[in-house]
């Protein structure tokens, strides 16, 4: 972090993708703590997993030896972590948009309105809170 140029924090966008859910959520913490002291109003996106990833997605994962760390039970999990909300998207429901895609799986749509569901996969776009 102390490599980076000298730029006004609300310029930076951090970007994390597919990343996160192979930290601790200790780690993840720690990490949106040092991103609050030294690039508060800083833009940070990332995406996070939960509900039904919890199950045969995590095992599998596990089995070919890159477990899955950090769940989280829907978006308000990283707020209590220090970041402000601007923008959610499930993935589940954003593949509902493109019909072409889910093929025979016609249902997506619906049971994408259920939480686990929901909650499998979402990207988060939050800004980072001045600790001060």
Not at 36 to 59: E, H, R
Not at 81 to 94: I, K, N, W
């Amino acid at each position: 972090m102390d490599e980076l140029p000298d730029v006004a924090s609300e310029k930076i966008i951090f970007i994390a993708e597919g990343l996160l859910m192979y930290f601790q959520r200790e780690e993840v913490q720690r990490l949106i703590e040092r991103f609050n002291l030294k690039f508060p109003d800083a833009t940070f996106v990332f995406d996070v997993v939960g509900g039904i990833s919890k199950g045969k997605t995590a095992k599998f994962l596990a089995s070919i030896g890159a477990p899955l760390q950090w769940f989280v039970t829907n978006e308000s999990d990283v707020v209590e972590m220090g970041l402000t909300l601007v923008e959610v998207h499930s993935l589940v429901r954003e593949t509902c948009q493109y019909p072409d895609r889910i093929g025979i799986y016609s249902w997506i749509p619906w049971v994408s309105r259920f939480p686990p569901i929901r909650n499998a996969s979402l990207i988060l776009e939050t800004k980072i809170e001045s600790l001060t």
